[in-house]
């Protein structure tokens, strides 16, 4: 096995770090933080103590995420983010030279796994002219052409922020056989009605993962979970005991002190929605106008995220351009295999958003 280096990750880690303070940010994806503190979310660390029992995942906060998405405890397994809930699916199913059929454009950290575990990633394609959605009946062609061990979503989609109906995703399900269909479910939350869903639980070979880290803008506390069968989070505990043994008891508290407090997660999701609302309402106005000028994009109906086209220039090149000429960075779609794109994002506060999209705007008028 070999697991090279995630190109994306890798320009998120650093990129922010070396950008001059003039740069304003059209990119990160993540909600900002809700509080400063946890004191501000009524959470007090000095409550929790050390002896508490969370060999595969601390019971309380496995009860919590499973009452919030109408499941069984036992389905429920606390990850550290849903990246990692997705590498311990990987882990769990691989058999080196096997396929595995990914969407594309995809989140690159979904593929790496892939190849480090010696299999093969079978692009299944995500149509621009569709509004980025899949043909069920060919990825099930697809699937059964490359006998392919699971089939990979993001839903919503990742990079595109487009979400496909939950008949769709039964659907497809319900024809792969018995392949393995692995949903990441992170942004799920920010569609509007979707509060508490999950395509978890509705058929026995589905798994889905998540965590507080997107719509909750609590990234740094790390607090993720999958939600499969039992079967297959038994095998998943056996899997995590090769790579952390025992789950943090600091993030497994932290996340039922989340879950559990009445109204909290609901509260901040709530205030996170109408600040992307104010600011969709920004976006919106700024592609009505420039759109004659060469702005394309298929815009998803809710969340944070969008791949967009400035008329012939690629990813890289529009990303780099906007950086250097206009102030503004974006994220080159050649890091989600969308290499005519850009993925922006309108997490920040609408202040700061008009403030871009007026950089932005001034740009194209430039390019005339």
Request: glycine residues 6%.
């Amino acid at each position: 096995m070999s697991f090279n280096t995630i190109k994306y990750m890798e320009w998120a880690k650093t990129h922010y770090k070396n950008l001059d303070s003039s740069i304003l940010d059209f990119s990160i994806s993540g909600m900002p933080p809700p509080a400063d503190n946890l004191l501000e979310l009524g959470i007090d660390f000095h409550e929790l103590t050390l002896a508490r029992d969370n060999s595969y995942g601390y019971k309380p906060l496995r009860e919590a995420i499973a009452a919030r998405y109408g499941v069984d405890y036992e389905q429920v397994l606390p990850t550290i983010g849903s990246s990692m809930g997705n590498f311990i699916f990987y882990a769990s199913i691989h058999r080196p030279g096997k396929s595995i059929l990914l969407e594309s454009p995809v989140y690159e950290c979904l593929k790496g796994p892939i190849e480090g575990f010696n299999m093969k990633a079978i692009p299944l394609p995500r149509y621009e002219s569709r509004a980025w959605q899949f043909d069920v009946d060919e990825a099930v062609a697809l699937a059964e052409e490359h006998d392919a061990l699971a089939i990979v979503l993001t839903n919503p989609h990742n990079p595109s922020g487009v979400f496909t109906e939950e008949s769709t995703i039964q659907e497809l399900a319900e024809k792969m056989g018995d392949r393995w269909l692995l949903v990441d479910e992170v942004y799920r939350e920010w569609v509007p009605d979707q509060r508490g869903r999950t395509s978890a639980g509705r058929h026995p070979r589905i798994v889905v993962t998540s965590s507080l880290t997107k719509v909750w803008g609590l990234g740094q506390l790390r607090v993720g979970w999958m939600i499969a069968p039992k079967e297959f989070i038994h095998r998943s505990q056996h899997t995590y005991d090769h790579m952390a043994v025992i789950h943090p008891i600091e993030a497994d508290w932290l996340g039922h002190q989340l879950f559990a407090k009445p109204g909290l997660l609901d509260k901040i999701r709530e205030n996170m929605l109408r600040k992307i609302s104010e600011s969709r309402e920004i976006v919106d106005s700024f592609l009505e106008k420039h759109r004659e000028l060469g702005v394309e994009s298929q815009m998803p109906d809710s969340g944070a995220v969008a791949l967009w086209q400035f008329r012939d220039n690629d990813g890289d090149q529009l990303a780099n351009k906007l950086e250097k000429e206009a102030g503004i960075t974006v994220v080159p779609g050649s890091f989600f295999a969308a290499n005519d794109h850009v993925r922006v994002s309108w997490t920040n506060t609408a202040a700061h958003i008009d403030k871009v999209l007026d950089r932005f705007s001034k740009w194209i008028i430039k390019q005339a």
